[in-house]
């Protein structure tokens, strides 16, 4: 498949990609998008909020020595 070819299909692909047919053809999808992207980057968020909470008090109680041995 040439190079041509594969961009014409990746962009008619990408086009299309969030048609449906339980949806009308007017509705916009792009909020819907952010908040799948939202959604997806919460667990995230809120793991490192977690992690950072965990060093604080790591530093707090042991030291950077303890923070050091709670890294590895």
Known sequence: MDR???????????R???ENDLLAP???LRPAAIW???ALMA???????RQIFRFTITIK???????EMASW
């Open 36 to 38: 799948l992207c939202a």
């Open 26 to 28: 007017d509705i916009d």
């Open 4 to 14: 041509g070819r594969f961009r014409l299909l990746v962009r008619l692909f990408s």
């Open 61 to 67: 109680l042991m030291g950077y020595d303890g923070l």
């Open 16 to 18: 299309r990609f969030f």
């Open 43 to 49: 667990p995230s968020f809120l793991w490192t909020a």
